[in-house]
């Protein structure tokens, strides 16, 4: 029999929600025979909403009630500190007291960054805790790490961030030896600003992650490399930038298109093609970003996620308790101690 | 009578050389009355291009020998030192010289950074020259300063960045009061990294300055600024990604596109439309990255840069001149110092 996993679900957070959450919850259910959901937020609220979809509570779904709701522009240290009873703290909570295995939110990442840290809390040497969504790439995926909000990293977080990204993108996502690429100005060794001159040399040192080296920026879009190491601000600005460049082309495109009677005929032909093609390159579509080195996996899901987007990050829950992540994280860190 | 403006092109730069530089100064010597332009390189290689595009030598058109090349991968440092025959040196000591006013180069852009600084020279009082190129926009047109080779800027680097790109985009881009913008992960004055915390309230103070305050990279391709001020290892990452990101983005879509036959005879009807759209997005079209704050112009287009766009650079020299932007960068300067 396989091991039962438990995934906490905010219903309260994202722009959709409670209808979006509420619906990924009862659609993971019926997909994943191990999974057990906590839905934490207004008890009646989910009540109301569940009973529009199931004529009867799913057996392995449980409802926690949590009050409040953390608002998208609070901010996130004080909403974690005085909100005791909302979703985000009641459902991080539960993670903490082992009660369940993760916790998954389309709410403020800034609360849900906060609560990860200072409620889940960071596994025993984990310097810090890197927020790590999955980009879309000419041919699939890379883990863009770290774009959290703890900015003005050192040598020796981009070094766990490369270590952790690795196990990840092998075990979850399921590429072999993934390749660890280093952000930079320049492919050369002695190129970049002080914190990357420093981490190269400790990367290339590492035994245990494939290095290929320096990447730049121009390079990430055609995926030459899986996990791309970064300081989260350098991260936040990529993630950004591939969110605003994408729609900005976009919305040129379809204006060109529009301009003449031949481009507008050509235009309603091509546009399920563009489309689809479109979805693919849709930071959004590729399930939520972990938050990885903590006692238990956080998960921030886009704050527009929909129903299939967080149905999906309940599944990398299920996968990441599986490979049993924490452990190889936890066994990384011992040798990494062994080796120093 | 238009005062004179004398432009230094290096024959030998970039990948469509001499060709391209030499189509470029006949070009630009046809529209501009008032300008003059030295060719640097080897002679007999810029007589025989030249002999294949006019009858006689233009009578604004000098050639000075140089009998070195930079090439793109040589260390800049050591090539600026060592290969004083390059058409680099040469052309760039006519400018520190006085014997010239701007100098236009499609060579290594490391060399032509560490040239600019070491040759042409900083006007004093300025603490580091960034380069700016204009990135292309939803609706036009944004400096993105810093993209230079000095990462790791201080606060009061990018304060000149400002004040340097709001002159810029006013006199040479012809943008009324240019709202700047500063590159961070949050919109809050609170967010960021110590530099863009420390730079902010800077900023505010600026009087002479549009500061519309923190800007995040999604926002930039629509255009939410003029000017956007940030350290030369982010705005690298802004620039390359850029390219990267629209370069792969077309590829999925005409890939899209060929996916079946109806998408296919769609293709062929939206193709002049779209290449159109796709022109006014790219980076390398948009003229040449003026490097400021330097004893002189020093413009780099890019490596693989056509003849119209060298040829729109050196125009960019002549507006630079015709607006006298040193002497208000000087200006500026000398407030600054009042104010403090």
Redesign the interface.
Same mark, same amino acid.
């Given at each position: 029999m396989q091991e039962k996993v438990r995934v906490v679900v905010d219903a309260m957070g994202g722009d959709n929600a409670p209808a979006a959450p509420i619906a990924a919850a009862v659609d993971a259910l019926e997909k994943h025979e191990n999974l057990e959901v906590i839905l934490v937020g207004r008890e009646e609220v989910i009540r109301t909403e569940l009973a529009r979809r199931v004529k009867t509570i799913p057996s392995r779904l449980e409802i926690v009630h949590a009050e409040d709701v953390i608002e998208m522009a609070e901010p996130p240290v004080n909403a974690i500190r005085r909100k005791k009873q909302s979703s985000i703290v009641v459902g991080m909570n539960l993670v903490k007291k082992g009660e369940a295995d993760a916790f998954v939110s389309s709410g403020s990442t800034g609360a849900v960054l906060v609560g990860g840290q200072l409620i889940v809390g960071r596994i025993r040497g984990i310097e810090r805790p890197p927020l790590a969504p999955l980009i879309p790439?000419?041919n699939g995926v890379a883990l863009l790490i770290d774009c959290g909000a703890n900015?003005?990293a050192r040598s020796s977080h981009l070094v766990q961030f490369a270590r952790m990204g690795s196990i990840y993108m092998e075990n979850v996502v399921g590429i072999k030896n993934p390749r660890v690429g280093l952000?930079n100005?320049g492919a050369e060794e002695e190129k970049?600003?002080?914190l990357v001159k420093e981490t190269y040399p400790l990367l290339k040192e590492c035994p245990d992650i494939n290095f290929i080296g320096n990447v730049?920026?121009?390079?990430?879009?055609?995926g030459v490399c899986d996990v791309i190491v970064c300081e989260?601000?350098?991260g936040?600005?990529? %993630?950004?930038?591939?969110?605003? #460049?994408?729609? !900005? *082309?976009m919305?040129?495109?379809k204006?060109?298109?529009m301009?003449?009677l031949?481009?507008k005929?050509?235009? %309603?032909?091509?546009?399920?093609? #563009?489309k689809? !093609? *479109?979805k693919?390159?849709d930071v959004s579509e590729h399930g939520g970003a972990p938050m990885l080195g903590l006692n238990g996996l956080v998960v921030k899901t886009h704050g527009s996620a929909k129903s299939v987007e967080i149905s999906n990050a309940i599944g990398q829950c299920i996968q990441f308790e599986k490979q049993h992540m924490n452990e190889k994280i936890k066994e990384h860190l011992i040798k990494e101690k062994e080796n120093n």
């Open positions: 790439t000419e900015v003005d952000v100005i970049g600003n002080a730049e920026a121009r390079d990430i879009p055609a989260a601000f350098t936040n600005v990529i %993630l950004k930038l591939y969110e605003g #460049l994408a729609g !900005t *082309l919305k040129k495109i204006g060109g298109m301009s003449s031949r481009s005929v050509g235009a %309603l032909m091509v546009k399920p093609a #563009l689809k !093609t *479109l693919t390159f």
